[in-house]
């Protein structure tokens, strides 16, 4: 074959303009330590890339509303305590002032102040706020749920936080469920309309809660009120109506098993962020896997090719001494 | 003797030309002269010697042509790889902070508002997070209008180029033919001429053929003719409206055979470097503002539609959250916050009713945009349409590199070839440059012989 000169310089040229944009290639990589620095290093890992990186920022938010969530049930869960407690104390007081054997105007004056004080304090637990929001208001958070004679002022609106792609959790109790042992028979009942679409939200998990709720309280029977039963405590203990004394008795049982009930509502809920906020863990690990996987540049690899081309480049240099040096002229003197 | 100096100086002309780009090594035949019948009739025939048969260029013109072809293609590859490595930058998402990021914040921002929705600091910065949203979709389209307009440029100078080409070509003919009439081989005039259509084929994909009269003509495939032996045919760029079937936009610029024609023939131009920017201004850049217009104009949809729906902190309801856009066309470039949103944050519509400062059932519908499939008639998400955009300025542009990279290893291969045909060796030259010498020193002492022969017989007579 004839071989001009061009033809030789041009093999020369080339080799050491391949493997020099090769090396650049490699130096970019080390730089970056990423593989992955256009969308054309790789179109459809680069694609998988950013919808990962979407679920990363989702993600870290959603795990931010569990937080949130968690803490407002939290808060909502010891209120409920406290105010089992009331009525717990409040049952107490009614047994024993139910008869006449251990109660007399005298003791019954007494814990008519007593039970007047668990009252003020069932209605402070019931105005309880996180920062200036009102824990019970549903809807209506910026203004106590319960006025000073006991009224609820709240409505039911359950407030859903999404606490993973399309899994919502409701982070509030609407007051009016909890201090109701019927709260759709309550006379302070406000309903809020579902989402217009007709969807609830709603999470599935939270079905056996509820009907865990619904099966704690007598299926028949009229509604009783926290507040309401209180003050009717306190009535007949200052009237001495041994009568409504003992009735109350059997609604402060009710309302405790509400109350409870709300509590494992709650419980569950609790748990359901948990398992959710677990779960997103697990999901960022596998995620930061996957893009590490097609986007980091395997460093050990990028070294090691990036000595297998210095090797390269230099014999290629050194190979175009041979080539470029000699004619036939240097011979001819 | 003046034949083996006529190849001395070819030699020497070779290798000063070694290096000279498309040059064509040139050799000298030469010829034995008839021979003539001595001392009369009946006598015998000897030769006369040598004279000089012709100067010829070795070229194989077949391997011209593919030559011609693969530096076409070699053109339109690298052109088209300067714009698609632009685009590629101005989504400059590989660092985590392109307009994809920005969208998940948007999302995330009412997320975080649905937590709380009293808050004036997180309404704030849903604001703040939808301004930067709503700019970077204003970026990615200036940038790439910037783009266009680079193109259209280039366009405008390589037309120009191609122009003045046409006519330098269309000169070399006329000289090629009065130098060929006089009986001349115009090698070096030939080899300008190859060089000078090989330029003008980088540009656009060209047909070419040689006349009777050995005029070489030019026509823009599927266009029309641009030399015709001593005549070019000018080709006129301007502004002007819009070409919607060919996916041009208002004011960029159009290729027409006159200057006050209307009749365009830009989509016609395919390959080389100028049908390489037509068809990245036309198809590529346009497909890529278009889906970003089809994108920004969902977003601003889909978001009002909801956030009229919902009531604000002062519990009216109706309120735009970003301006209505009518149409997808330029929605990226008109994509912006309302006047209400701009006044006062407390126009963001969270709830679902008035007076209810703890509901945040809009918000969260605002949200779970991100999460419903509003592109491609119900397909796909806001997200996924985003990210396919990206991945497809991914996948032109890696597929054009690898067309680039197979194209160049074509071209070194057809170069090399060519150089085997038609390069000049400079080892070879020298042996010639030797053989031809010593058949000079021969030359010159057959000379010498017959000069001492002369002066035998001159002596003779003393």
């Given at each position: 074959?004839?071989?001009?000169?061009?033809?030789?310089?041009?093999?020369?040229?080339?080799?050491?303009?391949?493997?020099?944009?090769?090396?650049?290639?490699?130096?970019?990589?080390?730089?970056?330590?990423?593989?992955?620095?256009?969308?054309?290093?790789?179109?459809?890992?680069?694609?998988?890339?950013?919808?990962?990186?979407?679920?990363?920022?989702?993600?870290?938010?959603?795990?931010?509303?569990?937080?949130?969530?968690?803490?407002?049930?939290?808060?909502?869960?010891?209120?409920?305590?406290?105010?089992?407690?009331?009525?717990?104390?409040?049952?107490?007081?009614?047994?024993?002032?139910?008869?006449?054997?251990?109660?007399?105007?005298?003791?019954?004056?007494?814990?008519?102040?007593?039970?007047?004080?668990?009252?003020?304090?069932?209605?402070?637990?019931?105005?309880?706020?996180?920062?200036?929001?009102?824990?019970?208001?549903?809807?209506?958070?910026?203004?106590?749920?319960?006025?000073?004679?006991?009224?609820?002022?709240?409505?039911?609106?359950?407030?859903?936080?999404?606490?993973?792609?399309?899994?919502?959790?409701?982070?509030?109790?609407?007051?009016?469920?909890?201090?109701?042992?019927?709260?759709?028979?309550?006379?302070?009942?406000?309903?809020?309309?579902?989402?217009?679409?007709?969807?609830?939200?709603?999470?599935?998990?939270?079905?056996?809660?509820?009907?865990?709720?619904?099966?704690?309280?007598?299926?028949?029977?009229?509604?009783?009120?926290?507040?309401?039963?209180?003050?009717?405590?306190?009535?007949?203990?200052?009237?001495?109506?041994?009568?409504?004394?003992?009735?109350?008795?059997?609604?402060?049982?009710?309302?405790?098993?509400?109350?409870?009930?709300?509590?494992?509502?709650?419980?569950?809920?609790?748990?359901?962020?948990?398992?959710?906020?677990?779960?997103?863990?697990?999901?960022?690990?596998?995620?930061?896997?996957?893009?590490?996987?097609?986007?980091?540049?395997?460093?050990?690899?990028?070294?090691?090719?990036?000595?297998?081309?210095?090797?390269?480049?230099?014999?290629?240099?050194?190979?175009?001494?041979?080539?470029?040096?000699?004619?036939?002229?240097?011979?001819?003197? | 003797?003046?034949?083996?100096?006529?190849?001395?100086?070819?030699?020497?002309?070779?290798?000063?030309?070694?290096?000279?780009?498309?040059?064509?090594?040139?050799?000298?035949?030469?010829?034995?002269?008839?021979?003539?019948?001595?001392?009369?009739?009946?006598?015998?025939?000897?030769?006369?010697?040598?004279?000089?048969?012709?100067?010829?260029?070795?070229?194989?013109?077949?391997?011209?042509?593919?030559?011609?072809?693969?530096?076409?293609?070699?053109?339109?590859?690298?052109?088209?790889?300067?714009?698609?490595?632009?685009?590629?930058?101005?989504?400059?998402?590989?660092?985590?902070?392109?307009?994809?990021?920005?969208?998940?914040?948007?999302?995330?921002?009412?997320?975080?508002?649905?937590?709380?929705?009293?808050?004036?600091?997180?309404?704030?910065?849903?604001?703040?997070?939808?301004?930067?949203?709503?700019?970077?979709?204003?970026?990615?389209?200036?940038?790439?209008?910037?783009?266009?307009?680079?193109?259209?440029?280039?366009?405008?100078?390589?037309?120009?180029?191609?122009?003045?080409?046409?006519?330098?070509?269309?000169?070399?003919?006329?000289?090629?033919?009065?130098?060929?009439?006089?009986?001349?081989?115009?090698n070096d005039l030939r080899d300008r001429r190859d060089q000078i259509v090989k330029k003008m084929s980088t540009y656009v994909d060209l047909s070419t053929h040689t006349d009777n009269n050995g005029m070489v003509n030019v026509d823009i495939k599927g266009v029309g003719p641009l030399v015709t032996g001593p005549n070019t045919e000018k080709y006129f760029v301007g502004r002007e409206a819009a070409v919607p079937e060919e996916g041009s936009v208002a004011n960029s610029l159009q290729i027409a055979r006159s200057e006050f024609s209307h009749n365009y023939v830009t989509s016609q131009f395919r390959g080389g470097k100028i049908g390489a920017l037509i068809e990245t201004r036309d198809k590529e850049i346009s497909k890529v503002l278009n889906r970003l217009d089809e994108l920004a104009f969902s977003v601003s949809?889909?978001?009002?539609?909801?956030?009229?729906?919902?009531?604000?902190?002062?519990?009216?309801?109706?309120?735009?959250?970003?301006?209505?856009?009518?149409?997808?066309?330029?929605?990226?470039?008109?994509?912006?916050?309302?006047?209400?949103?701009?006044?006062?944050?407390?126009?963001?519509?969270?709830?679902?009713?008035?007076?209810?400062?703890?509901?945040?059932?809009?918000?969260?519908?605002?949200?779970?945009?991100?999460?419903?499939?509003?592109?491609?008639?119900?397909?796909?998400?806001?997200?996924?349409?985003?990210?396919?955009?990206?991945?497809?300025?991914?996948?032109?542009?890696?597929?054009?590199?690898?067309?680039?990279?197979?194209?160049?290893?074509?071209?070194?291969?057809?170069?090399?070839?060519?150089?085997?045909?038609?390069?000049?060796?400079?080892?070879?030259?020298?042996?010639?440059?030797?053989?031809?010498?010593?058949?000079?020193?021969?030359?010159?002492?057959?000379?010498?012989?017959?000069?001492?022969?002369?002066?035998?017989?001159?002596?003779?007579?003393?």
């Amino acid at each position: 074959m004839r071989v001009s000169d061009n033809t030789n310089m041009g093999v020369v040229r080339d080799s050491i303009q391949r493997s020099r944009s090769r090396m650049e290639n490699l130096q970019m990589e080390t730089a970056t330590m990423k593989k992955l620095n256009k969308p054309s290093d790789d179109p459809v890992g680069s694609a998988k890339v950013l919808e990962v990186r979407t679920d990363k920022v989702n993600n870290d938010q959603f795990q931010m509303n569990a937080k949130l969530a968690e803490a407002f049930l939290d808060n909502t869960d010891h209120a409920l305590e406290d105010l089992s407690n009331i009525v717990m104390r409040a049952k107490e007081i009614a047994i024993g002032q139910a008869s006449s054997a251990s109660s007399t105007p005298e003791t019954r004056l007494g814990v008519a102040e007593e039970v007047n004080q668990l009252f003020q304090r069932a209605i402070a637990t019931a105005n309880r706020r996180i920062g200036d929001r009102y824990i019970f208001g549903g809807y209506k958070s910026s203004t106590p749920p319960v006025d000073a004679d006991g009224s609820f002022r709240g409505d039911d609106g359950q407030m859903m936080v999404e606490i993973g792609r399309e899994v919502y959790i409701g982070m509030n109790i609407p007051g009016i469920e909890a201090f109701n042992t019927h709260p759709e028979a309550s006379a302070d009942y406000q309903r809020i309309e579902k989402t217009p679409d007709g969807k609830s939200p709603e999470k599935e998990e939270e079905q056996p809660a509820r009907r865990l709720a619904s099966e704690g309280t007598p299926v028949s029977g009229q509604n009783a009120n926290l507040f309401q039963e209180l003050k009717a405590l306190r009535v007949g203990l200052l009237t001495g109506d041994l009568d409504a004394i003992r009735g109350t008795l059997d609604r402060f049982d009710q309302l405790l098993g509400k109350v409870v009930s709300t509590r494992a509502k709650i419980g569950s809920r609790i748990q359901g962020i948990q398992g959710n906020v677990n779960a997103m863990e697990r999901h960022n690990i596998t995620n930061a896997q996957l893009t590490s996987g097609i986007e980091d540049a395997d460093m050990t690899q990028v070294v090691s090719d990036l000595a297998k081309e210095e090797t390269v480049f230099k014999s290629s240099l050194a190979s175009s001494k041979h080539l470029i040096q000699p004619t036939l002229l240097d011979f001819l003197r | 003797m003046t034949t083996a100096k006529a190849g001395i100086a070819t030699a020497g002309h070779n290798i000063s030309n070694a290096n000279t780009e498309g040059y064509s090594r040139q050799r000298v035949t030469s010829e034995s002269q008839v021979a003539q019948q001595m001392a009369g009739q009946g006598g015998p025939y000897v030769g006369e010697g040598s004279k000089i048969g012709r100067i010829e260029r070795i070229n194989d013109q077949y391997l011209e042509k593919q030559l011609r072809e693969g530096g076409r293609d070699l053109a339109y590859h690298e052109e088209k790889q300067v714009f698609l490595n632009q685009t590629e930058d101005v989504f400059n998402e590989m660092n985590g902070d392109g307009l994809n990021r920005l969208v998940a914040t948007f999302f995330n921002d009412f997320r975080k508002l649905s937590n709380d929705p009293t808050s004036e600091a997180i309404r704030q910065s849903v604001r703040e997070s939808s301004q930067a949203m709503v700019n970077d979709f204003r970026r990615i389209r200036s940038e790439m209008e910037q783009i266009r307009s680079h193109v259209d440029n280039r366009i405008d100078g390589y037309m120009k180029e191609l122009n003045t080409q046409a006519k330098e070509l269309s000169e070399l003919n006329v000289k090629i033919r009065t130098a060929e009439i006089a009986g001349n081989e115009a090698n070096d005039l030939r080899d300008r001429r190859d060089q000078i259509v090989k330029k003008m084929s980088t540009y656009v994909d060209l047909s070419t053929h040689t006349d009777n009269n050995g005029m070489v003509n030019v026509d823009i495939k599927g266009v029309g003719p641009l030399v015709t032996g001593p005549n070019t045919e000018k080709y006129f760029v301007g502004r002007e409206a819009a070409v919607p079937e060919e996916g041009s936009v208002a004011n960029s610029l159009q290729i027409a055979r006159s200057e006050f024609s209307h009749n365009y023939v830009t989509s016609q131009f395919r390959g080389g470097k100028i049908g390489a920017l037509i068809e990245t201004r036309d198809k590529e850049i346009s497909k890529v503002l278009n889906r970003l217009d089809e994108l920004a104009f969902s977003v601003s949809r889909s978001v009002n539609e909801i956030h009229q729906k919902g009531f604000t902190a002062d519990g009216k309801t109706g309120v735009n959250f970003f301006k209505p856009i009518a149409s997808p066309t330029d929605a990226a470039q008109m994509l912006s916050l309302s006047d209400d949103i701009r006044g006062s944050v407390s126009n963001i519509a969270v709830a679902l009713q008035p007076g209810a400062p703890g509901d945040n059932r809009n918000a969260l519908a605002l949200a779970n945009l991100q999460n419903l499939h509003l592109m491609n008639h119900g397909k796909t998400t806001l997200d996924d349409f985003y990210n396919s955009i990206v991945s497809d300025v991914g996948v032109s542009s890696a597929r054009n590199k690898e067309d680039l990279g197979q194209q160049q290893s074509i071209n070194t291969q057809l170069s090399k070839v060519r150089d085997q045909v038609s390069g000049v060796s400079i080892d070879e030259e020298t042996t010639n440059l030797m053989q031809f010498q010593h058949a000079f020193d021969a030359s010159a002492r057959v000379i010498k012989t017959a000069d001492e022969m002369l002066d035998t017989i001159l002596s003779l007579k003393r």
